[in-house]
């Protein structure tokens, strides 16, 4: 199993989030001395399943970091005829304990999200 999950919601609708666009990315560390930013590292690219969720996004084990998932929220709401107001969503977080599993769900409508750890 993949060390990071996800599952999005369409909380609009009231149903799963089906088709979404996921990439996950890890951040680079800040250089010292500071350099320019580097650019992240892509380490999986997936769509949701018919249930929202995407089980499989990356490797099952990764270094203590930052890390970013983002979801093309525009895609999904083309495809279900809806106009939302966000077309992208990012949601960074730390990673901390490489032998814990991180579930992070995404609730979405069309004017907002909200998202939490999940297990």
């Not at 999950?5 to 979404?20: K, Q």
């Not at 892509?42 to 970013?68: C, F, H, K, N």
């Amino acid at each position: 199993m993949s060390a990071v999950t996800t599952h999005v919601l369409d909380t609009g609708l009231g149903r799963p989030a089906a088709g979404v666009p996921v990439r996950f990315e890890r951040l680079a560390e800040p250089p010292d001395p500071p350099q320019p930013p580097t650019l992240p590292e892509v380490l999986a690219e997936a769509s949701t399943d018919a249930d929202g969720r995407v089980a499989s996004l990356g490797p099952d084990r990764l270094e203590p970091g930052s890390y970013r998932l983002v979801f093309d929220t525009a895609a999904y709401f083309t495809s279900t005829g809806q106009k939302g107001f966000f077309p992208s969503v990012t949601i960074v977080f730390d990673l901390a304990d490489p032998a814990q599993h991180y579930h992070v769900p995404l609730l979405l409508s069309p004017f907002g999200y909200s998202t939490y750890r999940g297990s």
